[in-house]
């Protein structure tokens, strides 16, 4: 007798495994997509630190705001706040500088606020 033949399950065993492979292609590329949303958020965050932080410590060190040409050409995208105002409590006699940077990153703002406290000008240094 001769062996019966397996076209049938072999078509199957194609579907069924071009189904999984389907499956894992589509899982790879919302991963991927999840992944490169919040590769650009963190970068737009790291973008808004540093901004802030180069301000304050331009601020504490200098006593002058960074100019708005060097905020452009360093961080295009990035818009700086600075607030001051006297320190209170243990703080007292002292300045609080607030420096605020946001940014735009797919659609959603990225904050960040950054403070330290400095002596007043003409107070030591």
Known sequence: MRARSTKGYLIAELLVSMALLALLTGAMTVAASTFSQ???????????????????????????????????????????????QPGAGQWAGLTRLSATASAPCRGQEVRVTLVRYVQPAGRGT
């Open 38 to 84: 919040l590769n650009d958020y963190q970068f737009t965050r790291q973008k808004c630190l540093a901004a802030a932080q180069a301000q304050l410590e331009s601020l504490a060190t200098t006593r002058q705001e960074l100019s708005a040409e060097d905020i452009q050409r360093l961080w295009p995208t990035v818009a700086l706040a600075v607030q001051r």
